[in-house]
């Protein structure tokens, strides 16, 4: 088939501004949902006279931000409960499809109205691919600003993991969830998955006042990214960000490297989180859709196209061919050997 | 059920003969007593459900559900409880209503369904420590029962006794002024 060459759609390349605000909603919701609850209980309890000052203002606060919204913060409050793995959204459950297979392990049974609240993930990724780890997750949200942490460490002449592993060992780590969920007959996915370990403790700060084990886990996974590999956890090890992978081995929306404006520069897999190829048109199940590498790209020459498969390797771009050329002039061999091979 | 039973012991045997088994014996010890949020399923099916969301705890208006760490063993981890002591489950019925897995069944929030469908626990009296059955004519643990002459009645200077209607909400427990309690709710899945 033919493909279009034209310009991408001019906003696509400010997509990635729109990841960070949705990334940051994500888990700014989670970090208010619990400031929610305790003001919640505070408002159930009519006990604003007994509350101590630092409660007070909790109270105080929560109440100037909610007050525009509803009239019993009691009940209107129930609206939104809940973290990315499983949540309620007036009324509409929506949970992680991790969750529903782990559960499903579990008990080694279906059940079905739970995997219904998996219906509307499972569809999205079916198009989208594995847009939850880009998109939604909220450790993406703190991986993320871990990496750019590690990038100044490395500007600042510190040496931070740069280590590559076999991205298929991430769904070895899912069969091996899924068994030991399996064998104890208890949803272990969850305790080893860095969304649901980052919603929940999040509510146990705040909510309960202390960490549970899962943070833990998620720092060495912090450390893990910093110290060993760039973005290692997400990369190699996690079982969520397999499954979205294999839901999304067919899905429609993919980024396609325009080969006439491409001119080799490498900065889209200099960017890419998850180590993958945009250069040469390697994407495969694991992008994300995040469009970071549209982003960085200083000729536009990354766009979306509407396919279930990627665009086989196109060789290298025909303006850095040219650009090679014009700037190889003394000796011109480069530019001669490419048009030869 | 079965095949999950005969990998449990699979699993058992195998872990028996590579781990010195502290992790495995952490279960069922006796001075960790909780209870599970109302209208829970039987332990084996509770943890088989239950996929840690969190969301019962965010949707209890009285802030009772707790969530365990590694105290209860592996495979209780981030599943909710409530110690009645520090403060016990007032029986709103929120939390079965917001559980998208069913681990904790809905159930509707009159005393009937209450008493069909919870079975967190029962309550037992301590005699030698009941302060109505020194001398001391108290009834507390009534007052505050949510089942009044349901699950519990009071007789001769207020000496309480637990009927079969309890549902093990705790609120006896968790409001009687004798320290160390006199009366005290055993969980169901112990």
């Given at each position: ?8 759609f ?7 501004k ?8 994500v ?10 609850h305790?003001y919640q209980?505070?408002?159930a309890?009519?006990?604003?006279d ?15 931000l909610?007050?525009p ?10 609206a939104?409960k809940?973290?990315?793995?499983s949540?309620t ?15 499903s ?13 998996a ?5 999205l ?13 909220p ?8 990496s ?7 500007w600042?002449g510190?040496k931070?993991g ?5 991205k ?5 780590v899912?069969?091996l ?5 399996a064998?104890?007959?208890s ?5 080893i ?5 980052v919603?929940?403790e ?21 450390l893990?990214d910093l ?10 090890l996690c079982?969520g960000?397999?499954l ?6 067919y899905?429609?929306v993919?980024?396609r490297r ?6 080799d520069?490498?900065k889209?897999?200099a ?5 993958l190829?945009?250069?040469r ?42 650009y ?6 003394i ?11 | ?8 012991a ?5 872990a ?20 599970r949020p ?9 943890l ?9 705890g ?8 707790k969530y ?12 909710p ?10 029986l ?13 069944q809905?159930?509707a ?5 209450i ?6 626990g029962?309550?037992?009296?301590d005699?030698s420590?009941?302060l109505?059955?020194q001398?001391?004519?108290?009834g ?6 949510p089942?009044?002459?349901a699950?519990?009645?009071?007789g ?5 006794e637990?009927?079969d ?10 409001s009687?002024?004798?320290m ?11």
């Open positions: 088939m033919t493909l279009p060459s034209h310009k991408p001019f906003l696509w390349r400010h997509l990635n729109l990841r960070w605000l949705t990334l940051s909603v888990f700014a919701m989670l970090v208010l949902l619990p400031y929610l305790v209980t505070y408002v309890a009519h006990a604003y007994l509350l101590a000052p630092s409660e007070q203002q909790v109270y105080d606060v929560m109440e100037a909610t007050e919204f509803v009239g019993d913060p009691a009940e209107d409050l129930d939104i809940g973290n990315t793995w949540g959204f007036w009324g509409v459950q929506l949970s992680d499809p991790l969750a529903a297979l782990g559960q392990a579990a008990g080694m049974t279906l059940y079905w109205p739970f995997w219904l609240t219906l509307i993930p499972i569809a990724s079916a198009v989208f691919g594995r847009f939850f780890c880009g998109w939604v997750c450790a993406t949200f703190i991986y993320e600003l871990n750019n942490f590690a990038s100044w460490l490395r600042a510190l931070v740069n280590r590559h592993f076999d298929r060992l991430k769904y070895v899912l069969a969830g899924l068994i030991l969920s064998v104890t007959g949803v272990l996915v969850a305790a998955y860095p969304p649901a370990i919603g929940r999040i509510y146990y700060v705040i909510g309960i006042g202390g960490f549970g084990a899962g943070t833990m886990f998620f720092v060495g996974t912090l893990f110290l060993i590999a760039r973005r290692g956890f997400c990369r190699y079982p960000g397999a979205y992978s294999l839901l999304g081995r899905r429609l993919r980024i325009i080969v006439e404006t491409c001119n520069c490498a889209c897999n960017v890419c989180e998850f180590g190829d945009p250069l048109d390697g994407f495969g199940q694991e992008c994300n859709n995040c469009t970071a590498c549209m982003a960085v790209c200083p000729t536009d020459a990354l766009t979306f196209i509407l396919r279930p498969a990627d665009v086989p390797a196109q060789g290298p771009g025909h303006l850095g061919r040219r090679r050329g014009e700037h190889t002039e000796d011109g061999t480069a530019a001669e050997q490419e048009e030869a091979a | 059920m079965e095949r999950r039973n005969f990998l449990q699979l699993a058992a045997s195998a028996a003969a590579v781990v010195p088994g502290a992790a495995l014996a952490a279960r069922n010890q006796p001075s960790l007593r909780y209870l109302p209208g829970a399923l039987d332990e084996p099916d509770f088989a459900r239950c996929i840690n969301c969190g969301q019962c965010e949707a209890c208006p009285n802030r009772c559900i365990f760490s590694l105290e209860n063993g592996w495979d209780s981890i981030d599943t409880y409530i110690t009645p002591r520090e403060k016990a489950c007032i709103c019925m929120k939390c079965g209503d917001i559980c998208p897995t069913g681990a904790i809905p159930v929030r009159n005393a009937k369904s008493v069909d469908g919870v079975k967190m029962h309550a037992e009296v005699e420590l009941c109505s059955y001398g001391k004519s108290c507390v643990c009534y007052r505050a029962c089942l009044p002459d699950a519990i009645k009071v001769y200077m207020e000496q309480p637990v009927l209607k309890c549902v093990g909400c705790g609120l006896c427990e968790r009687c002024i004798q160390p309690h006199a009366i005290r709710v055993i969980p169901s899945h112990a």
